[in-house]
């Protein structure tokens, strides 16, 4: 099938340029992809000569196999008329189900829900993950209030501004909404709008109950980070005024959640001088027990339906094809589920099946080194080089893959790594910061020399920067 394009002009320098119109975004093969629908990020493509964003309106289908779910963004003007507009519909539904293998190819596919803005279709998948009508309003409230107090740090405004939202500002969800938008701020190129972010979180950890107790919880995470003791996690875990944040420190220490630390935490309850202080420490295990439970639980859950696509890939005859619907799910469970088999079938001196476990160990390998980006794999040759010359010669042959974008992503990386170390390889980032050195020497020398090439008009190659879940 020929793929369907569409023609956009970029705003800013007037290049005109084609953009592939079969976006798919499937929620098993890029679990991101529910993400970007939600934050309104499909869409947006960068203009291939001046690097321009502009939002677009091309028609997408979000598809959610696990709850056979297929959401279908047709705009009104997807078509000059209604029978161009079924035929682009016809099209994307067709790319869909040759996309999967004939098994997973079910009624729902031909039939998919239609959307005629984004909106509803937003409201359509937060539906999908359980939130009602009064989370939904809860949640488009948290997030105007969120921009309200952001104009008012801009104003000067924002002690008043706190003053007359105090008691939505006591949800411990409002304060990690504003912790979720700016730790990426953080990561980048220090800004305007990332100062006025810092200005207000700051200004919520000092004058808020809320924002207090996460200024302690954040005190007790530096010091458990700078020193990861059964001590020092309980701390944390005692202070953690989340659910969700709650869960997720059992998740990520799930590992020192031993027989020694939990008797520490029962000596803790033993030897409380108050019998508040002991209920409040028996109340603490009796949560950090039922978040590990239900961690446990979800593992096994995963790990039993990697063995679950195991056995279909074993079945299939279309094999690539449900790979590349399942990607998402070839993850280090799939790895351990893959173990098993092995051991099983070695056990039972099966060698047809053990034959077969390797040829599709082989097609699962290749698949996730075609899904390496080019500037990942790059890199992983760099920082294997045996030398500093070949790393130059690595440089010189890839001039290509060369940005200012790509060594500041490495520059950031580099940085994070000196500064968390724990759990890093030291001779890794001592490699990393100075392959980054020699990337940004590289940069330069080419900088300098480069005479300024005039680009050539006319219509570009396709854009990178439009937003595809792999397929």
């Known amino acids: 099938m020929k793929p369907l394009y569409a023609e956009t002009e970029c705003p800013a320098c007037g290049t005109r340029f084609r953009i592939p119109m079969n976006q798919i975004l499937d929620v098993r093969v890029d679990p991101e992809v529910r993400e970007l629908v939600l934050s309104e990020q499909v869409n947006i493509v960068r203009c291939p000569r001046c690097g321009t964003a502009q939002r677009i309106n091309m028609p997408f289908i979000y598809h959610d196999p696990a709850r056979e779910v297929a959401l279908l963004y047709l705009p009104p003007d997807a078509g000059k008329n209604e029978v161009e507009r079924q035929k682009v519909a016809g099209k994307l539904t067709r790319v869909l189900l040759n996309s999967l293998p004939t098994e997973e190819q079910k009624s729902y596919l031909l039939q998919p829900e239609t959307f005629l803005n984004v909106e509803s279709l937003k409201r359509r998948v937060l539906e999908l993950e359980g939130l009602g009508e009064e989370e939904i309003n809860r949640a488009r409230e948290r997030l105007e209030l969120l921009g309200a107090l952001v104009d008012a740090a801009r104003e000067g405004t924002l002690e008043q501004a706190v003053a007359e939202h105090q008691v939505e500002l006591e949800s411990p969800e409002f304060h990690l909404l504003l912790q979720a938008y700016i730790a990426p701020a953080m990561q980048g190129e220090q800004s305007e709008d990332t100062q006025v972010l810092r200005t207000l979180l700051e200004y919520l950890r000092a004058h808020t109950e809320m924002g207090q107790k996460f200024a302690v919880m954040d005190r007790a995470y530096d010091v458990f980070r700078s020193d990861p003791t059964r001590e020092n996690l309980l701390a944390l875990l005692r202070v953690t005024p989340s659910e969700d944040l709650f869960r997720s420190v059992v998740e990520n220490a799930i590992d020192s959640l031993d027989y020694a630390f939990f008797k520490a935490l029962v000596d803790k309850i033993e030897q409380a001088p108050t019998e508040a202080e002991r209920q409040e420490w028996e109340t603490l295990r009796k949560r950090i027990l039922a978040a590990r439970d239900e961690l446990v639980q979800q593992v096994k859950q995963i790990y039993q339906s990697r063995q679950d696509l195991i056995e279909k890939l074993l079945e299939t005859e279309e094999v690539d094809k449900m790979l590349q619907s399942h990607l998402s799910e070839l993850d280090p469970y799939f790895a351990a589920a893959m173990e098993g088999f092995f051991r099983q079938a070695d056990q039972e001196h099966d060698l047809v099946l053990v034959q077969e476990l390797k040829m599709l160990s082989q097609k699962v390998d290749e698949l996730i080194e075609q899904q390496t980006p080019p500037e990942v794999a790059f890199l992983q040759m760099l920082l294997s080089a045996p030398s500093d ?83």
């Open 389 to 471: 010359a070949e790393v130059k010669k690595l440089l010189r042959r890839n001039e290509e893959l060369l940005s200012p974008e790509l060594l500041e992503l490495l520059k950031r990386a580099s940085a994070q790594f000196q500064q968390e170390p724990e759990g890093k390889d030291p001779q890794m980032i001592a490699r990393l910061a100075h392959v980054v050195a020699l990337l940004e020497e590289h940069l330069g020398a080419a900088a300098a020399a480069a005479p300024q090439e005039a680009q050539s008009e006319g219509e570009s190659s396709l854009p990178e920067g439009l937003i595809f879940a792999k397929h």
